[in-house]
């Protein structure tokens, strides 16, 4: 599996404090190293996030971003 970034939040919740994000670009994109990586290490991750051109939505418990909203991660 490949993912694009990992980030850590200062703050550890209930969950643990790490993030994986995976950045797609055009229309049509597949998430199968992201769903890999919840499935595998889910009980060690905190949100997951998708960077993509769309409009923001949550969708599975992935959260869906447009790419002007990085700096807000």
Known sequence: MKI???IAKPVTTSR??????????????TLNSLRKCIAKYGSQLSTPYVLHDKDVKTEDG???LPLYMTPLL
């Not at 643990?16 to 229309?27: A, D, F, L, M």
């Open 4 to 6: 694009d970034f990992l």
């Open 16 to 29: 643990h404090n790490i993030s994986p994000i995976e950045v797609k670009s055009g229309q049509r994109y």
């Open 62 to 64: 992935i959260v869906y």
